[in-house]
């Protein structure tokens, strides 16, 4: 699986926090592993948002992204539940 992190990703990311950013990372080597564990909470969103996914990082922290193909993710943004506001 390969995972493309768009701009604003990388933009989000490096506004977190250090604790943050380790455990995205780790959260993302679960989600290479199965995007659909349940540790995860993935799901898919609705309205305007509904051709995206999203994935907890932690109670607050979120991980938007989007199923290209099978084999290509990209992740658009993280951060708390405000980042459903910048789509």
Known sequence: MKIIYSTQFIR???RLD???K???EE???IFKENPSNAVLKTHKLSG???DLWSFSVD???RIIFEFQSEKVIIF???GGHSIYKKF
Request: proline letters at 0%.
């Open 12 to 14: 989000d990311y490096r």
């Open 18 to 20: 250090n604790k943050i």
């Open 22 to 24: 380790q455990k995205a």
């Open 27 to 29: 959260k993302e080597e």
């Open 48 to 50: 305007r948002l509904d």
């Open 59 to 61: 109670y607050d922290c």
């Open 76 to 78: 658009h943004a993280i």
